[in-house]
């Protein structure tokens, strides 16, 4: 079935995301107070509610979304082309614009969203933050009333399972089993937090983001048993 689809129609995403504030101190009391009853159940007993803090932009709740990295394939002829774009920034803007893309270019049903553990996180996690900042969902991420077959999304994390669903897999070990070569990354999740509120350094995020989407089209391909992409086919616009 997968071969079924034209890649033309599939959406490649990926997200990264930090604390919505730089320290625990930033939040008010209520926050604090729902903070730690959020994590109680994550936290050992010797990590406070404030060194456990580090760790919040994993919760919509407690999070915000920094760069939103969108790929998608382009055919014309035999020229395969994989177009890369990234959303960066304050979040609202951002989600603003990229529900601008969905609602636009690809609002069509024939389109799929595509990410890696995309139903578990980047998908709710987008939609959660967008209803947080007052922007209406666009029918990609809008999952009231719909059917499990009618929802718009595909996750090469599933598609790994094969049924299995105590399985998980990473993307990173993922695409090394399937021999799809590594990019050279300076950062990895773990240090987004960092980079971002220490560093300040948000290009490199967006280009870390960016590799990720190219590895999970990446895997569709290798999936479809098709040949990977060349750098000399992705194209950053």
Known sequence: MLNKINLEHLVFLDIETVPEHEDFESLDEA???????????????EISAEDFYENAGIWAEFGQIICISVGYFHFKGDIRHFR??????????????FSDLLNTHFRAAK??????????????????RMI??????????????????EVPHLDTMELWKFGDFKHYTSLKLLAHVLGIPSPKEDIDGSMVRQVYYED????RIIKYCEQDVITVAQIILRLRNEEILTEDEIVYV
């Open 84 to 97: 890369v774009t990234s959303f960066s920034g304050e979040e609202a803007d951002l989600l603003k614009s």
């Open 200 to 203: 300040r350094d948000l290009d």
């Open 132 to 149: 947080i900042n007052g922007i209406p969902l666009p029918p990609k991420l809008n999952l009231f009333g719909k059917k499990p077959w």
């Open 111 to 128: 389109y799929l969203l595509c990410a890696h553990n995309g139903k578990e996180f980047d998908f709710p996690y987008i939609a959660r």
């Open 31 to 45: 926050k604090r107070t729902l903070w730690a009853e959020k994590t109680a159940y994550r936290r050992k007993e």
